[in-house]
């Protein structure tokens, strides 16, 4: 293991454990310092304190180095790895393999961490065939949301980019209060992917909601209802009570347009929770179990939702992130 690739997988193992943002930049930084230095050079300033003096290398990062430049996976590594143990079914484990793709990722363009770049870099290492880059939509201006004019700059940019996985343009897009999207009409056209969230008045009642929600269904360029209940269980930012909306009408609409029920992964979210989740499958919806990844370390928080679909008996050929990239782009246009 090179010292640099020890360092970026333990910043992607903190992400992925969704730690504070100062320890994951620690180790990114440290990474970006000895980029391109051969080993032999990183001895030598081991030996003589340069190293250590090398700003954006920390002590722990001295550490890291250290253990690796002697052939050793570094034990700060080790112990990491022990912490993040995979996937505990083996039904989970067998649908993680069969899921080429994920629909729903955030790069620094709107509230992610990272560039598109790093995103797919990521994604190739984990294995994933495709992901489509859904950055926020302009109402949703505390993420950064990208007007017309920046998401057409960003889709010149992924036509331009030689990504190690298939990069499909697309958006998470706000649904409006009168169940509207959040973009132009015309901007929409020219996405793979689109996936419809709300963000706002998540407590309104419960004809509101169900409003909303099948507003965003009945739009032909929604593909995927994003976290659904908008629900948090746990983490940084608190709890937060899932909206409630018929679900019986809005399951029924889904179903009936094919459109894809969400299974987010997000530990915080886990969402639908898992009576949503058994109601959209007696339906008939499709689903599609995404990351709604803001990090590199995120993407490889798909297992939980394979976990969660796995434990609700979804057949494979039901969750759309299975299905090659080809089928998959055939949905998304089918209705437009």
Not at 109 to 137: F, K, Q
Not at 148 to 160: I, S, T, W, Y
């Amino acid at each position: 293991m090179s010292p640099h690739d020890a360092l970026a997988e333990i910043a992607f193992i903190l992400e992925r454990q969704r730690a504070e943002p100062f320890r994951i930049q620690a180790f990114r930084r440290a990474a970006a310092a000895i980029d391109g230095v051969d080993d032999d050079e990183l001895r030598r300033r081991a030996a003589d304190g340069r190293l250590a003096r090398t700003k954006g290398i920390g002590g722990r990062s001295v550490e890291v180095i250290t253990q690796a430049l002697i052939g050793d996976v570094p034990d700060y590594l080790v112990r990491l790895r022990e912490e993040s143990a995979g996937l505990t079914t083996e039904a989970g484990r067998a649908l993680l393999a069969r899921l080429r793709g994920d629909l729903h990722t955030h790069s620094e363009w709107s509230d992610g961490t990272t560039p598109i770049e790093a995103m797919a870099g990521a994604a190739a290492a984990l294995g994933r065939e495709y992901i489509a880059v859904t950055d926020h939509s302009p109402n949703l201006k505390v993420a950064n949301g990208l007007t017309a004019e920046r998401l057409a700059e960003q889709l010149d940019l992924l036509a331009a980019l030689d990504a190690p996985v298939r990069l499909l343009p697309g958006i998470e897009i706000d649904v409006l209060e009168d169940g509207s999207l959040d973009q132009d009409p015309a901007m929409l056209d020219r996405l793979d992917v689109v996936v419809a969230s709300l963000h706002s008045k998540l407590r309104a009642d419960r004809r509101e909601i169900t409003a909303r929600l099948l507003g965003a269904i009945a739009d032909p360029h929604t593909n995927v209802v994003g976290h659904i209940t908008g629900r948090l269980v746990e983490g940084r930012r608190g709890t937060r009570p899932q909206s409630e909306f018929d679900s019986a009408r809005v399951f029924a609409a889904a179903a009936e347009a094919g459109v894809a029920i969400e299974i987010n992964s997000r530990p915080e979210r886990q969402d639908p929770p898992d009576e949503l989740i058994a109601e959209a499958l007696a339906a008939g919806c499709l689903f599609s179990i995404d990351t709604d990844a803001h990090a590199p370390g995120h993407l490889d928080l798909l297992g939980l939702g394979a976990e969660r679909a796995a434990a609700a008996a979804i057949p494979p050929e039901r969750i759309v992130t299975t299905w090659p990239v080809e089928e998959l782009l055939a949905w998304t246009h089918a209705r437009r």
